[in-house]
């Protein structure tokens, strides 16, 4: 069914999956989405494209792809009608495969997407009143165990390439209709330099307008390729979304939060659920390699936090195992120690068949927010969203399995009924 084994890796090591930028296709050709313009030329040039014509289309095609939201090299009007038979011979604009598609009554918008070479893994939409936020995977299944986590209780498959990860931004768009208008105008006897820069854009305004590292998989440990599509969503002349709109979720891969300050240079959270060796050890099994101050340490060191772009830890509520006065205060010593620019996300626990922790009481919740607000540091209980379609934090894991295609097909067609 598929054609990549499973990766079995226990959580405290390093994985070190097969490095692709790019799916394998069974027709051979190449999916352009994910790659940088750069790449696009070089593709363009082994095609057999002199070295001029091969930037100057790799620059229209770029254009079209990131800007536009084409996936139909016929739509690329400014390109000569007897090129794009050429262009489709070769390449593809892919998508993720949408295999499900889910929206919860309280707006969050789920799908079930699944790669060029059969797996499947999954991508959140949360509409808010000021925002609207796509939480993106970064591999299919996970490696790191967390225990209260559903995407952990999966075996990695692999990594997502760059355009599987960019492709869901991309995705999301589509199915929001809402790609920017923009314009391109060549100078065809102008030189290629000058050419570079005539490109326009602007944005009349977005659903989607900050997009999360946190859903199925550990990014850091598929950094390269995180970097690449993050980097095509930050590009002025790609999707063109602010750095400052974008966070990176890590349960604490210590040796990598440097490098992605600097190469990426997001904004951080940190899966932190616990104050003490004993229950993060057992939570969060990362913890048995990087412990909770080598990865406040590595918080402190991140380059660009400051009170303007705090670093955000993430916390959910366990009844009876983390969720203490004594924790809130622990908590709240620990930040201060490290001179943290810190805000706390206190998260109720969303629970999923054969976990085996329960969410903290409402008033527990309410005095472990007031302990460490009354510390100093933020502390919002975050309101949890897409319960009924499995969407919410932690709830992330492919089912799809359990479904045959006439099953999945009755419940298409009774929503549209609906």
């Known amino acids: 069914m598929t054609d990549t084994t499973l990766m079995s890796i226990p959580g405290q090591i390093d994985p070190v999956p097969v490095a692709r930028d790019i799916t394998p296709r069974a027709d051979g050709r190449v999916d352009l989405i994910g790659l940088p313009k750069d790449r696009i030329r070089d593709l363009f040039e082994e095609a057999g494209l002199d070295a001029k014509q091969a930037k100057l289309r790799a620059k229209q095609v770029f254009h079209w792809l990131y800007h536009r939201g084409v996936t139909d090299f016929e739509a690329m009007t400014d390109i000569a009608k007897t090129m794009r038979p050429w262009l489709t011979e070769r390449f593809v604009i892919g998508r993720p495969e949408v295999v499900e598609a889910q929206h919860s009554t309280d707006g969050t918008r789920k799908w079930l997407l699944k790669t060029a070479d059969g797996h499947e893994f999954e991508m959140v939409f949360i509409p808010d009143a000021d925002r609207g936020t796509l939480c993106v995977s970064s591999q299919v299944g996970c490696t790191l165990n967390c225990r209260f986590c559903h995407t952990g209780t999966m075996k990695l498959v692999r990594n997502l390439t760059p355009g599987e990860i960019v492709g869901q931004v991309m995705l ?40 999360v590292m946190m859903g199925m998989g550990e990014p850091l440990y598929n950094f390269d390729n995180v970097k690449g599509a993050l980097k095509l969503v930050m590009d002025g002349e790609g999707l063109a979304l602010s750095k400052r709109r974008i966070t990176l979720s890590t349960s604490g891969v210590v040796p990598m939060m440097e490098k992605c300050g600097e190469e990426i240079g997001v904004n951080l959270a940190v899966s932190l659920h616990a104050v003490t060796k004993e229950i993060r050890d057992e939570i969060v099994p990362l913890n048995k390699k990087y412990g909770i101050e080598e990865l406040l340490e590595a918080c402190a060191a991140y380059p660009g936090a400051s009170n303007a772009r705090r670093i955000t830890f993430e916390y959910v509520m366990l009844k009876d195992k983390n969720d203490s006065d004594e924790h809130a205060r622990e908590l709240v010593r620990l930040l201060k120690q490290y001179n943290l620019p810190a805000k706390v996300n206190l998260i109720p626990f969303n629970p999923w068949p054969g976990a085996q922790y329960d969410t903290s009481t409402p008033e527990r919740v309410r005095s472990f927010s007031n302990i460490v607000f009354e510390g100093g540091i933020s502390a919002p209980v975050r309101t949890p969203r897409g319960r009924d379609i499995d969407a919410a934090c932690g709830q992330l894991k492919t089912a799809a399995e359990k479904k045959s295609r006439a099953q999945r097909d009755r419940e298409a067609a009774e929503a549209v009924e609906a």
């Open 172 to 211: 999301a768009r589509d199915a929001l209709g809402e790609w920017p208008k923009g314009n391109m105008k060549f100078d065809y006897g102008a030189d290629l330099d000058e050419i570079e820069e005539s490109s326009e854009y602007r944005s009349d305004g977005r659903l989607l307008t900050n997009i």
